[in-house]
């Protein structure tokens, strides 16, 4: 009789194709691992994993059975959902404002082939970063480049950016306006250290370097935009939609502009895991 344990050891070494890196996502020893998967072996009277002291790669009859498997886990799954047990928390790291997006692949990741239970966290980008690479995160969204061999980072969607302007600003009336046809010197940008990813998105699209020292966090950003008619920023534009003010205005760019947004999991967390994730934030 095959069990859902062998099951879920199979699918986790078949993602990681790797015993060890298994073991590690189960928090278990890695002899255990090799047992059930042996186990499990003899139980269908197949050879699911080649492998070598150099590499683990699927058979054809795993690569069947891996599928099959998944399915039978995601049932299960389904099954202690409907009498009643919760299902694993999912926690995932993010900014302060929700988004549209976010609220959809939460539903996603509620209603999946894998359900779980998302538990959001505010936490500012560079502590989003520590605490998946210390485990206290299994994910985080990150707009911009992610430059860190601790973490590993998945292009999810691409977003575009647009000008942020006070309601007297002379573009604010325009349907789009180029950042050749903005005053360089209007501009504000918030300090690197607060997020260091999309600042250097930011910095990576303008024409000119910024002329005004970083005015702080986002939030004194805004406030100094809307004091000011020459005032500008720029922000992904699916972040604006969170932040509501009679005072300032978003103006589409002309040409376009894009920034990639990132799902960041552990350097360990591989394979359809990361899809699934992946998946849930996707267009």
């Not at 996502?25 to 186990?39: D, E, K």
């Not at 099959?68 to 999912?90: D, F, Y």
């Not at 990150?142 to 950016?161: D, I, K, Q, Y």
């Not at 942020?164 to 306006?177: Q, T």
Request: net charge neutral.
């Amino acid at each position: 009789m095959v069990e859902l344990r062998a099951l879920q050891y199979f699918v986790t070494v078949a993602e990681e194709l790797h015993f060890g890196r298994a073991a590690q996502r189960l928090s278990i020893v890695q002899p255990a691992v090799s047992q059930q998967v042996s186990r499990l072996e003899r139980e269908l009277g197949v050879l699911l994993l080649e492998r070598t002291s150099r590499r683990v790669r699927l058979t054809p009859a795993g690569e069947r059975v891996l599928a099959a498997a998944r399915e039978t886990l995601a049932a299960a799954a389904r099954v202690r959902a409907a009498a009643g047990q919760s299902p694993p928390v999912l926690r995932i790291g993010v900014a302060s404002c929700v988004t549209p997006r976010l609220e959809r692949a939460v539903g996603r990741m509620r209603e999946g082939g894998r359900p779980a239970e998302p538990k959001l966290v505010d936490l500012p980008v560079t502590a989003r970063l520590d605490a998946v690479r210390d485990g206290q995160l299994d994910l985080a969204l990150v707009c911009g480049p992610v430059n860190s061999s601790a973490v590993s980072a998945v292009r999810a969607w691409s977003e575009p950016l647009h000008a942020v302007l006070p309601r007297d600003h002379p573009a604010a009336r325009e349907s789009v306006v180029g950042l050749r046809d903005l005053d360089p010197h209007g501009l504000r940008l918030p300090a690197r250290e607060g997020d260091p990813p999309m600042h250097d998105a930011i910095l990576a699209v303008l024409p000119l370097a910024p002329l005004r020292p970083p005015a702080g966090d986002i939030l004194n950003v805004l406030f100094e935009v809307g004091q000011d008619p020459g005032g500008w920023t720029l922000m992904p534009a699916e972040q604006l939609a969170g932040t509501s003010t009679e005072r300032l205005v978003q103006v589409p760019l002309d040409p376009p502009v894009t920034v990639d947004w990132h799902v960041v999991t552990s350097a360990a967390a591989r394979g359809s895991c990361v899809a699934s994730y992946v998946a849930a934030f996707a267009d």
